[in-house]
């Protein structure tokens, strides 16, 4: 499992963004949404572990908890 730090989340719109730890350009953030929440809410600068997939518009984040 990858980790980061939740840049931002919008409870109502249902998603965020997680800046990775391995992040070695600053403007990288990865997406997530409610569905990919495995432990519950997040807030922004929440410490999160997650897994990657890749999609048809990029990488995102599933199985997203916090530690």
Known sequence: MTQ???LSYDS???KGY???DHDTDENEKIAF???SLAGGEVREGDRVSFDLEGGMVGVF???VRRI
Request: glycine letters at 14%.
């Open 33 to 35: 949404d409610k569905d």
């Open 12 to 14: 109502d719109d249902g």
């Open 18 to 20: 997680i800046r990775p």
């Open 4 to 6: 980061g730090t939740v």
């Open 61 to 63: 984040a599933k199985n």
